[in-house]
């Protein structure tokens, strides 16, 4: 991604050898990293920073996550260090604080993640994507408390699958004055079990929109 807005004259050799790697060549910018170290590191701030981004991005998607994390913070403080916080590094700043929240997700660290969309949803309040992912999350944590109920609907679920199955090979063929009752325990803990569900999700849902901004959901 060309974050930066200048004319091509200005651009030095090297960054314009850079920008002729394919952005989906994620292994050959982590090689061009590694044999131009040197170099990246006396280029101006601009073109180095965006180099740098690259091969945060290139790391991220070929599941170094050590590295990843290590150099993303890197690059979060090398930004924030900026006197001048251009529109160029508020773009990478932003990309690279969601990289990094994404991973954490994909990771299964939750709260973790959350944190960071929260901060990112607080900058950037159009983001649609860090909102959805920001509730999910908090959906996810919400739902947890409710255990016992799903359990207790999927209980109900299952008993009434096995009462369907003892009606046609059981209680029809020799018990069948019993088998209006039977269909009427059925349909009671069907409807108990779509009952309890039902009221989980939407318990939950209200909860998660209530608790979005929350720091810890467990709390309330």
């Known amino acids: 991604m060309n974050i930066r807005k200048i004319t ?7 960054f314009k050898k850079f920008r002729r790697i394919p952005e989906q060549h994620h292994y050959d910018f982590i090689e061009f ?9 006396k280029l101006e701030f601009e073109e180095y920073i965006e180099i740098k981004y690259a091969y945060v991005k290139a790391l991220y998607q070929i599941d170094r996550a050590y590295l990843f994390y ?28 969601k990289l990094k929240a994404d991973r954490l ?14 901060n990112l949803l607080a900058i950037y309040p159009e983001d649609l994507q860090v909102r959805k992912r920001l509730f999910n999350i908090t959906f996810r944590q919400v739902q947890s408390k409710q255990k016992l109920l799903l359990a207790f609907s999927a209980i109900l679920l299952i008993f009434t699958l096995i009462l369907l199955t003892s009606i046609h090979f059981l209680i029809i063929p020799f018990f069948s004055t019993y088998e209006y009752i039977a269909w009427k325990g059925v349909y009671s803990m069907m409807l108990g079990s779509l009952i309890i569900f039902g009221y989980t999700i939407a ?5 998660a929109k209530r608790n979005l901004w929350k720091k810890d959901v467990f709390l309330s």
């Not at 990293?33 to 590191?41: D, G, H, R, T, V």
């Not at 290590?70 to 690279?96: G, P, V, W």
């Open 203 to 207: 318990s939950s849902y209200k909860e």
């Open 8 to 14: 091509e004259e200005k651009f030095s050799s090297l």
């Open 70 to 97: 290590k150099l993303a913070d890197q690059c979060l403080i090398e930004l924030l260090n900026q006197r001048n916080f251009t529109d160029q590094y508020k773009s990478i700043y932003r990309s690279i604080l």
């Open 33 to 41: 990293c590694k044999e131009y170290f040197s170099e990246i590191q």
């Open 105 to 118: 997700y994909e990771e299964k660290k939750f709260q973790q993640s959350r944190k960071i969309y929260q």
